[in-house]
């Protein structure tokens, strides 16, 4: 079946680590996103990618990097720069703009610092 | 900029009736796309209903519709016959294109039996 795949689902970090998200898509779609949810929230963007090789900064980037080395992949490293990254982390893709802009989720992962 | 708005932080609905979740937007593209998405207690996030700025008809997606009042810039999203497993967070979204949609804060169903 077609969809995306994030990974941990679960993650705790101390205080001054970097941390990286995985996610990965099977549904051949060009664009994926990032995007950060902390409790009783909407989603914020942090950065999304509409094509290999690039990438755009969302509303929340700061403390955030990414990487898109392939069409499947859009890891997330959540740098020691980041001064609250305890948040549910959410990964999504969608076809190209000439799409409806659905998103496609994966399941999430929920990143605690100690 | 865009905003959505949804202003039941939780709502309560007892099975098997209907319950409307209310959301505004605004906007000033004529083209733009609104979006409903259920978020259940595990995280994920699972498309509902579809609405496009130029569809003359409300949205239907099995017990789902959504009630579009381009003038007054509403969304509403109706479930009917409610059940259990619809107890979960609602999010409205709206998208102009570029990539970037923007969510409300959501609102909680309660199903009770």
């Known amino acids: 079946d077609g969809g995306i795949t994030q990974s941990p689902k679960y993650l705790f970090r101390k205080e001054g680590q970097n941390v990286t998200l995985s996610c990965e898509q099977n549904l051949n779609h060009d664009a994926m996103y990032w995007y950060r949810q902390d409790p009783g929230q909407g989603l914020r963007l942090i950065y999304y990618?509409?094509?290999?090789?690039?990438?755009q900064k969302g509303d929340i980037a700061e403390g955030y990097s990414v990487s898109r080395e392939k069409k499947e992949s859009f890891p997330l490293t959540v740098t020691s720069a980041q001064k609250n990254p305890t948040a549910f982390y959410l990964c999504?893709?969608?076809?190209?703009?000439?799409?409806?802009?659905?998103?496609?989720f994966g399941e999430g992962s929920r990143l605690t610092v100690l | 900029a865009q905003k959505i708005t949804q202003t039941q932080p939780g709502m309560f609905v007892q099975e098997k009736e209907a319950v409307t979740l209310d959301c505004t937007y605004d906007t000033s593209d004529q083209s733009y796309g609104l979006f409903w998405y259920k978020q259940p207690s595990s995280g994920e996030m699972i498309f509902l209903i579809y609405?496009?700025?130029?569809?003359?008809q409300n949205a239907t997606e099995g017990r789902y519709s959504l009630n579009f009042q381009k003038a007054r810039k509403s969304a509403n999203l109706v479930i009917s016959a409610s059940q259990l497993g619809d107890s979960a967070m609602y999010f409205c979204?709206?998208?102009?294109?570029?990539?970037?949609?923007?969510f409300g804060a959501g609102t909680r169903l309660f199903v009770k039996a």
């Open positions: 609405q496009g700025s130029y569809d003359e």
């Open positions: 999504a893709s969608s076809t190209s703009w000439q799409g409806t802009g659905e998103l496609f």
């Open positions: 990618s509409q094509i290999v090789n690039d990438f």
């Open positions: 979204a709206s998208y102009t294109g570029g990539f970037k949609t923007i």
